[in-house]
């Protein structure tokens, strides 16, 4: 910072001061204290109405997901540059299903906000969540890579590398995902999956039986171990699994395009249509 420059003329310049005041009437004091309180009210009323604003947005959470995306749409319209606005739309509309609508506020939003990784993160999930994993890496290897500890961005970079072919990429990034968060049952389910289609049955059957085994496992875990013991020719023991979350119909027409599959010797990818994610 350079030095202050030395102050000149500061004699003439309260002489000048004093002459004014002494100049000033009544009336011209009573217009100026009208105009200082005309610029406080229009301000006191602003911060009123943001302070409003604020709590307004505070208790929404609170509300169901239709209540949310339909305050967020509105508060988005309104302030299009507010971060805020931008991110809890994406995300109330990520939880209404949403999915392509909320890819289209998080990349409208990252025009504005090009450095927030949270959007990207958002935007990236979106994409996946609306069966578009190519545009979906980017978004998602930027959020991996900004936060070492993210394990979700992770298994979800996995999932959507395994929907373009690339399995031993998408399992690098599920071990990555496991090192952060060991022992989670969905990016181990996830993990199987990839083993799926990657044509390791036995592999994929060892991960889904660790995943199935975990407290609050997911129902895709035992539906995708059932599908693996199946692809080893084991159609007892997989249909038992199935039926612990299936009804009897869907298990006899899983255990039938067991059967087919490996009757016909279709690819390893194609059990890809009947794997669940978690």
């Known amino acids: 910072m350079s030095a202050p420059k030395p102050v000149t003329g500061l004699v003439s310049l309260a002489a000048l001061s004093a002459l004014a005041a002494c100049a000033t009437t009544g009336e011209d004091v009573r217009a100026s204290t009208r105009g200082e309180g005309a610029e406080r ?14 709590d307004a947005r505070r208790r929404i959470s609170r509300e169901d997901t239709l209540t949310q995306m339909t305050f967020w749409a509105q508060e988005y319209q309104n ?64 959020a991996a890579a900004a936060d070492p500890q993210d394990w979700a961005a992770r298994s979800a970079l996995g999932v959507a590398l395994d929907q373009l072919g690339r399995m031993p990429e998408a399992q690098r990034a599920y071990r990555e995902a496991l090192a952060i968060r060991a022992d989670d049952p969905g990016v181990l389910t996830n993990m199987g999956v990839s083993h799926l289609l990657s044509g390791s049955p036995a592999e994929a059957e060892a991960v889904l039986r660790q995943a199935a085994a975990l407290p609050n496992a997911p129902p895709a875990a035992r539906q995708n171990l059932a599908l693996a013991v199946g692809l080893q020719g084991r159609f007892d023991e997989a249909e038992q699994l199935e039926r612990v979350d299936l009804p009897p119909a869907l298990v006899a027409e899983n255990m039938a395009y067991i059967r087919g599959l490996l009757a016909t010797g279709r690819r390893w990818s194609d059990v890809g249509a009947r794997t669940a994610r978690e």
């Open 41 to 54: 009210a229009p301000r006191a009323e602003r911060q009123a109405a943001a302070e409003i604003d604020r």
């Open 79 to 142: 302030h299009p540059d507010d971060l805020e606005a931008a991110q809890k739309l994406t995300e109330a509309l990520r939880a209404g299903g949403r999915h392509e609508r909320a890819a289209e506020v998080a990349n409208e939003a990252i025009g504005r906000h090009p450095d927030d990784v949270t959007l990207q993160r958002t935007m990236g999930f979106a994409l996946l969540s609306a069966g578009r994993p190519n545009p979906a890496l980017r978004p998602l290897a930027i």
